[in-house]
């Protein structure tokens, strides 16, 4: 009889184990080695991998209601577990608790996949008698207690790059390589041509002792012999056809390399005929340093700040951190669209005049061609290093959020092949920093169709100025209304529908580009100056600050997110841009034109012009030490005006460094411009 019993007893345990297994859905060996990790933690004395497992799961910190909700844990503790059949692995729980999301980390055996860790949290096998080892936030700090679980994601120990991430690290090799192999054999022939030329020099000195002697001895014969030894030398050295595809070789080799991308690229004077409009270096400078801290501040914000409503507060309350992610957000892009819009109608408006007036299919392909061939080498280039990189870098906690909101290269990287990232339908992006590319080429191709308005008839080309003026204006109000978009940043940073149907799209950013294109148009064919008496220019200087005041005033007027239809919402977004860009527009104009005083003594400094040579790869580059330095952080940052200046400094320096190599390595060297030297 109790034989029978203790049989019915197992088979019923068994039976047991065997549903709650099924239940689960758990691999065997998942199961096996969580119960003895959870076990290990029941005795008296565990042993190390248990206790360093546990302790390496998140736990709940302080400051919860200011915004200190994730509890990444220590992923390398966890991965530095090790029992005798398992190892730790970190995995990554994502709940919704209210309305508050967050991830705790926890470390479970490796010998768990994904789907596994998911029915172990779910079916809260991961506790401790009653404890669980992911509790939720006390009802004291958040009402509902009740979890939902949107996902788990665990972090693997080995780094994986496939065919596509192979690809891109071989393209950039190759890109790499190009320029450093010409770099070494320009080098070469350059020895050796020294070389050659310090034996004739020597050779010469000896003949003509020689020649000197054999003339006291015998005139005429030594100077026939000399005549001819001359002769011929210069029949060695005059065989030009038979040295053609050599001399190709060798130019090409020189523009590729080095010796040639590395000229002027640090010099502090313009070699620019014409004028170079030297205060265009201190804007564009100036405005690269602006979106730079907006980068350095907004990332780390949206993913990893342990004080995010902290920096919100101090955001809204102050306007010192309009640098810092905060106001109106990256006016500094539309000062960069005012620059493009003033260049590229000066550039264009040079050739026209070259051609006697005439705008030709063929300089319109050409001028098309000339800025594919300036932005695409280095574009593409970050492109496939960026993806190759970050298929390489094994990540911390935070890594994953980056990678699924930074970078979708493997589907959509003929977005930013074809400069159409911007006006595609998905929130999803290859290096989504690259969409402005896209934004400014789209406005830079329109250019040749206002100049041919302006040359045919100047009321036809104003007609069509203003259309596209009202236009932009009306879109960018129109948006703003319909979809009760907010005005200002870190709200509107956050706004999934504000970056997609606003930010982005040249419908509703060309007006900055446009006021560029007249003030290029003003000054390459002005006769007089606008501005003729001081009188005149103080008053101008007046409205152009007052301008800039009120555009960042007022976006702190309007600073709380629209619930309806809001008109000043909708009015300021479709204007403040635009008038942005016009009164920096006035700052040119003044400094062309005489009135800028310190301004343009300080915009024009030689100390901008380098760092402006260089603008164009720190733009693309910035955002990679950003991301690599977010991306291997394991605690969350906390937010101080110092910590967040030394955070900005330290991205500046570095993208300094490196810009200046891919300028010269990448940039100049696929210009493929030769300059004799």
Not at 78 to 103: D, M
Not at 393 to 407: E, S
Not at 612 to 629: Q, T
């Amino acid at each position: 009889m109790a034989l029978g019993f203790l049989v019915f007893f197992l088979f019923a345990v068994s039976s047991l184990e065997l549903e709650t297994t099924e239940a689960l859905n758990v691999t065997k060996k998942c199961e096996e080695d969580t119960n003895t990790f959870l076990w290990e933690l029941t005795q008296e004395r565990p042993l190390e991998y248990a206790v360093h497992m546990y302790d390496a799961f998140g736990k709940m910190g302080s400051n919860v209601e200011g915004g200190n909700v994730n509890q990444p844990g220590s992923q390398q503790q966890c991965q530095s577990a090790h029992g005798s059949t398992f190892s730790g692995q970190y995995c990554q729980v994502f709940r919704q608790q209210e309305t508050v999301r967050y991830f705790v980390g926890i470390c479970v055996p490796d010998s768990c996949k994904e789907e596994d860790v998911e029915m172990l949290v779910l079916y809260g096998r991961l506790q401790i008698g009653q404890t669980s080892l992911i509790p939720p936030f006390p009802s004291i700090l958040v009402n509902q207690t009740a979890q939902a679980l949107l996902m788990t994601h665990c972090l693997s120990n080995t780094v994986s790059p496939d065919a596509f991430d192979v690809t891109c690290l071989f393209v950039c090799s190759v890109m790499v390589a190009i320029p450093l192999a010409a770099t070494l054999l320009t080098a070469i022939i350059r020895w050796k041509k020294n070389r050659e030329v310090s034996p004739s020099l020597e050779s010469s000195s000896i003949n003509t002792g020689l020649n000197l002697y054999g003339t006291l001895k015998s005139n005429g014969s030594s100077g026939s012999e000399r005549n001819g030894g001359s002769l011929e030398e210069r029949d060695s050295t005059s065989h030009t056809p038979l040295c053609f595809p050599r001399s190709c070789v060798n130019q090409g080799l020189e523009a590729l390399s080095l010796q040639n991308t590395s000229q002027g690229v640090l010099s502090t004077s313009s070699s620019i005929t014409g004028g170079g409009y030297s205060s265009l270096n201190g804007i564009r400078v100036l405005s690269l340093f602006w979106i730079i801290c907006l980068h350095s501040t907004h990332f780390l914000v949206e993913v990893n700040l342990d004080n995010k409503k902290h920096w919100e507060k101090a955001a809204k309350s102050n306007p010192l951190h309009l640098m810092a992610s905060a106001g109106p957000i990256a006016l500094a892009v539309d000062s960069f669209l005012l620059l493009g819009g003033l260049l590229s109608a000066r550039s264009l408006l040079n050739s026209i005049n070259r051609a006697d007036g005439k705008l030709s299919i063929s300089m319109v392909a050409s001028y098309l061609f000339n800025r594919i061939k300036r932005i695409q080498p280095l574009h593409l280039f970050i492109l496939c290093f960026t993806t190759g990189l970050t298929s390489l870098v094994r990540g911390g906690p935070y890594w994953f959020q980056i990678m699924k909101t930074m970078t979708d290269c493997k589907t959509y990287w003929w977005g930013n092949v074809l400069l159409i990232s911007n006006i595609l339908p998905t929130p999803s992006k290859c290096i989504p920093w690259a969409w402005y590319l896209s934004l400014d080429f789209q406005c830079y191709a329109a250019t040749p169709l206002l100049l041919y308005f302006y040359k045919l008839n100047k009321g036809v080309f104003a007609a069509v100025a203003g259309g596209l003026m009202l236009m932009t204006i009306a879109s960018g109000a129109i948006t703003t209304a319909l979809l009760q978009l907010p005005v200002f940043q870190p709200l509107s940073g956050f706004n999934l529908d504000y970056m997609l149907y606003y930010y982005v799209k040249p419908y509703t950013r060309y007006g900055p580009y446009l006021i560029g294109v007249l003030n290029g148009i003003y000054l390459t064919t002005k006769k007089d100056p606008v501005v003729k008496h001081k009188w005149q220019a103080a008053l101008c200087w007046f409205c152009c600050l007052s301008l800039l005041a009120v555009v960042v005033g007022l976006a702190y007027v309007l600073k709380e997110e629209p619930t309806s239809l809001s008109l000043p919402h909708a009015f300021y977004q479709g204007l403040h841009r635009s008038l942005w860009a016009l009164a920096v527009t006035w700052i040119i104009v003044a400094c062309e034109e005489g009135y800028g005083g310190f301004i343009k003594s300080f915009l024009s400094l030689g100390f901008w012009l380098p760092l402006s040579n260089i603008s164009f790869a720190c733009y693309l580059s910035h955002p990679i030490f950003i991301i690599i330095y977010m991306g291997l952080q394991e605690t969350p940052i906390h937010y101080t005006d110092l910590n967040f200046m030394y955070i900005f400094l330290g991205h500046l320096v570095l993208t300094l460094v490196v810009s200046y190599v891919l300028t010269v390595l990448i940039e100049k060297t696929y210009l493929l411009k030769y300059s004799r030297t």
